[in-house]
């Protein structure tokens, strides 16, 4: 089961993000004009050389970062009713001072979501099984593995119902074998929560593994330098020679250093 | 429930080796010197000590003036910590707010608090009053440099998580921004509250007051009693001690989480 199928409508459609950060002294242009479009269900990665903006680009759908031209919309008219994005961050992010539990109420219990306290409950409930962290629910972030904080980080994220999933790198700090559990478990979400998935990685093997469409974007300023559509069934193999040609073929896109003397920081 | 460790055991009897040490040679220089008005005897301060509720020197008891004491500090130091926890907790966030208020507090923190007696006296009166605003004012400043500091080193990702959440600044302020910064507010009101205790016992040994530990040890000076001052003190020592401890247990249970991520 692949992305096949679920592409009818687009719900997020991005076109001619440019964006430039005011450094001292110099300019450090981040984006000069990326378009494209997310279908609903689907999962995109987003690749490309380090610095060329990836991670800004996922910043600005977020509404962490403004650009400075361009327009981020949705068809379907999904976005801009209530909070419809969530993000995940490479490092967990969550709030070392609350429970697993309470980390993933967090978002429901701000003004921005108005849910009876019974539907929170459940929503809670339901996020922990789906994450398989039930019996985990009391513990604080620091009692759990790094694979299991990516989880919570993960289901804190779905828990205001967001139309698109934003991940930015979200795994590149798990071991291997944490990673590709996972890759799975989002899959799986996926599957389950019909969720849209726009996620940055560095890691042509992930990509392929997971992505229904890799966009790349060229060295910073980063401009969409191709896509490919990736058409295999899950669950994928990295060893089918398929796969590997595929990844062979992002890897070989995915190309150029960045020469740009400045650099940008998201913490 | 709590085990105490052999290391534990070694490391208490370390310390208490030392306090035992200073006690006898303490005791000996009283033998030695033989004069109440210089020295007093141990067994004399532990007689004071071992009859707490009893009157001292024709007045209030020495639990009842501790008591006083204790009644004019907690009053003082939450007088102080609930304006220098939203005051810091607004410096820490607005660098605007910073750039008023930062010149004038870095110039009135190092003013002893003991200083502002005589305006104290002159504005409040003689009495109570006058007591809770030097203890207020010796316990405001850690709890709000704390603050400050604990806000400062809230991790930005935090706040872009209620960001992406659509917090409102004043749910920002009160879910990531307060609890993110306790621990470093507990270690300033720590630190505030001996000062606050000192604070006490400087201000109370001024004229006019009739109450507290401080009074009574300067009233035991007027009357060469000796061993009364000796027990006093004991007592300001120990109910120091024990607010650490507290300040410090509570540390250990609320915020385990702090520093690890």
Sequence with gaps: MGGEGLMAESVLSISGIEKTFHGEGEDCPALSGVSFDVASGEIVCIMGPSGCGKSTLLRIVGGLERADKGSINSPSGLLGEGPSVAMIFQDHALFPWLSVEENIIYGLRLSAQKIPDTEMQRRVDDLLSLIHLTSFARSLPHELSGGMKQRVSVARALAIRPSILLMDEPFSALDIFTRRELEDEILRIRQELKTTILMVTHNPEEAVYIADRIIILSERPGVVAGIITVTLPHPRSPADPDFIRIREEVAGRVKGRNEVGCAIQHE | ?261
């Design chain 2, 1 to 261: 429930m709590v085990l105490i460790s052999k290391q534990k055991v070694r490391e208490y009897g370390k310390g208490l080796a030392v306090i035992a040490l200073l006690l006898v040679a303490w005791e000996c220089a009283a033998l030695v010197i033989d004069n109440n008005y210089i020295l007093p005897s141990l067994t004399e301060i532990a007689e004071v000590l071992l009859h707490p509720a009893q009157p001292v020197l024709g007045g209030e008891s020495l639990i009842a003036n501790t008591l006083v004491s204790l009644k004019e500090v907690l009053t003082g130091f939450f007088c102080a910590a609930a304006l220098a926890i939203p005051v810091g907790l607004l410096i820490g966030w607005s660098t605007e707010v910073q750039a008023y208020l930062n010149p004038a507090i870095q110039i009135l923190r190092p003013i002893p608090p003991i200083a502002w007696m005589p305006f104290a006296i002159a504005w409040f009166g003689i009495g109570i009053n006058s007591i809770l605003f030097i203890i207020a004012l010796g316990a405001f400043f850690p709890i709000l440099i704390n603050t400050v500091d604990g806000v400062r080193g809230i991790r930005v990702r935090w706040i872009e998580v209620a960001e992406m959440f659509h917090a409102t600044t004043f749910e920002k302020l009160r879910t990531v921004v307060l609890p993110g910064a306790f621990p470093r507010i507990w270690t300033g009101m720590r630190v505030s509250f001996a000062i606050a205790w000192m604070c006490v016992v400087a201000a109370e040994m001024l004229p006019g007051t009739t109450a507290g530990l401080g009074f009574l040890i300067m009233y035991a000076y007027n009357l060469g009693q000796l061993d009364v001052i000796g027990a006093g003190m004991v007592v300001i020592g120990i109910i120091g001690l024990g607010a650490d401890m507290l300040f410090r247990a509570g540390q250990a249970r609320f915020f385990s989480w702090e520093g690890k991520d």
